[in-house]
């Protein structure tokens, strides 16, 4: 009961946040907006409070031409730039800085947050624990959760009255619990599948459906960084990877790179070349993640990062 209490509560804490938020985006509309265009194979936004050093990571990064000053609020809008990462680009930017309160739209806390919810990643920089923790509590409040995934729980209404649980062996609570709480959330018919481990705050979470997730790496300036493994892990980030195309007898141009979406298939990498080029393909031969050098494989086969690929039509 202790627990329902309390699962309760952070979602009507939730909900007022983002009442608030809603209210200060209406009053905020009247300004200018703040919009950056998606360029590259992804968009990853540098986030972090005043004189943290976002601008010199930026600069460092994409060698983009922006101001760097020993003052706080140096950046006043979003600072643009492109990060080479082995033939292929990534969109970096840099919006100004996060502030306490930011996420109820102070220094335009509400326009910030926005392009970071559109972005597909984030680097966070931060210089010590306290400006870490003040980060963090911001995108919280903001429902954005980094480095975390949705849980493998479904909540759907059913057309029939009642409650019912699939899934109940990973229900870490009463079964009634997580029935009253559903009631106490004004969901009297619902169908729910548990796919994983799950409490209330998972079921909460579920339920609160602006939360959304992103991946970051963090970043503090002060240590030491190997900058071409910084690049690595923002590439990383997207959930994407890199393979490369030869032609029959010749060797791969490891330099033409083709950039595809984590856990795609032969199939999927000849659209990347042609719409119509997959519906002629026979089979292709793959150097790298198959059994032996050259193996014959199917559309369906799933690639891995650094293949290269022959395709027969």
Not at 59 to 67: G, I, Y
Not at 154 to 163: A, L, T
Request: proline share 3%.
């Amino acid at each position: 009961e202790s627990m329902l209490r309390d699962i309760t509560k952070k979602i009507a804490q939730i909900r007022d946040s983002m009442e608030k938020q809603q209210e200060q985006a209406k009053k905020s509309a009247a300004g200018a907006s703040i919009n950056v265009k998606k360029e590259g194979i992804g968009q990853v936004v540098i986030a972090g409070m005043p004189n943290s050093g976002k601008s010199t990571l930026l600069k460092q990064l994409t060698n983009a031409n922006v101001e760097i000053a020993d003052y706080p609020f140096t950046t006043t809008k979003p600072e643009i730039g492109m990060m080479n990462y082995k033939n292929a680009w990534i969109q970096i930017v840099e919006i100004p800085a996060i502030v306490e309160g930011s996420s109820e739209g102070k220094a335009n806390g509400i326009q910030l947050f926005s392009i970071i919810r559109n972005a597909d990643a984030v680097i966070l920089i931060y210089r010590n624990e306290e400006e870490k923790k003040t980060l963090l509590e911001e995108f919280k409040k903001s429902n954005i959760t980094l480095n975390g995934k949705k849980p493998e729980v479904e909540i759907r209404n059913s057309q029939f009255k009642g409650i019912t649980i699939a899934g109940k062996q990973h229900l870490k609570v009463k079964e009634e619990q997580l029935i009253d709480f559903l009631k106490s959330m004004g969901m009297l018919n619902a169908e729910v599948v548990l796919k994983e481990p799950t409490d209330l705050e998972k079921i909460a979470e579920v339920i609160e459906e602006k939360i959304v997730y992103k991946q970051a790496v963090v970043f503090n300036p002060f240590e030491k960084y190997d900058f071409e493994e910084l690049k690595t892990k923002i590439f990383y980030l997207l959930g994407k990877i890199m393979v490369y195309t030869k032609k029959h007898g010749d060797e791969a141009d490891l330099q033409q790179t083709m950039v595809l979406e984590k856990n795609c298939n032969i199939e999927d990498a000849a659209k990347g070349l042609h719409k119509d080029f997959a519906s002629g393909i026979k089979y292709a031969k793959v150097w790298g993640s198959a059994k032996f050098p050259g193996q014959r494989v199917a559309k369906d086969y799933c690639l891995q990062d650094g293949d290269i690929i022959e395709f027969t039509i």
